[in-house]
């Protein structure tokens, strides 16, 4: 089954510690996508990767970092730097043309302890 | 700027009842318009999507219309069930952008 998955489902973050989350699709698309999810707001958009080795700043990508080595690939830091990480984080891909749709993962929510 | 605006929730219904969500937005050109839901716990799903004026998306008994005139997408469903609780968000994206801009989603609860 071609979808996207993401993992850890929970993650617990400690104070001044970096987490990664991670994101794999199968589904063959260029893009791929980070949001983030918080009570009673739609999603943000933190980073997005149109290509392999190249991505871009989304509307709130300060104490994040992403990485794209390989097209199936998209892994997610949320650093120390990110003072109110605790959220539900959403990961997407889609082809890479205007207006096409976007699938989503299941999400990770990070939750600091 | 791109944006959408939802009608705030939640919504409460009684199953069989009649469901409108109001969705309207501000872009330039001509975006295409999207509802994606949410069940608890879980990610989006797309529910439909309209890339053109007078376009009706539908699925799973759901209907919007891409009404440029007014430049709204609401989102309707004749009889609702239990099983349509769930957050919904609207969502556009631009003609000449591979990104999405949501709204702030409405939660729906229905009640047997």
């Known amino acids: 089954d071609g979808g996207i998955t993401q993992s850890p489902k929970y993650l617990f973050r400690k104070e001044g510690q970096n987490v990664t989350l991670s994101c794999e699709q199968n589904?063959?698309?260029?893009?791929m996508y980070w949001y983030r999810q918080d009570p009673g707001q739609g999603l943000r958009l933190i980073y997005y990767?149109?290509?392999?080795?190249?991505?871009q700043k989304g509307d709130i990508a300060e104490g994040y970092s992403v990485s794209r080595e390989k097209k199936e690939s998209f892994p997610l830091t949320v650093t120390s730097a990110q003072k109110n990480p605790t959220a539900f984080y959403l990961c997407a891909s889609s082809p890479l043309a205007v207006q096409e749709t976007q699938y989503f993962g299941p999400g990770t929510r990070l939750l600091v302890l | 700027g791109n944006s959408v605006t939802q009608m705030e929730g939640p919504v409460t219904l009684s199953e069989e009842a009649f469901l409108t969500i109001n969705c309207t937005y501000t872009a330039t050109g001509y975006p295409s318009l999207f509802w994606y839901v949410q069940y608890p716990g879980e990610g989006l799903q797309l529910l439909l999507k309209a890339t053109k004026a007078d376009d009706k998306g539908s699925n799973k008994g759901f209907e919007a219309t891409y009404r440029k005139e007014t430049t709204s997408f609401h989102l309707e469903k004749g009889s609702v069930q239990v099983s349509d609780s769930a957050v919904y968000f609207c969502?556009?994206?631009?003609?000449?952008?591979?990104?999405?801009?949501f709204g702030a989603g409405t939660t729906v609860t229905v009640r047997a």
């Open positions: 990767s149109q290509i392999v080795n190249d991505f």
């Open positions: 969502a556009l994206s631009a003609s000449n952008d591979y990104k999405l801009s």
């Open positions: 589904l063959n698309h260029d893009a």
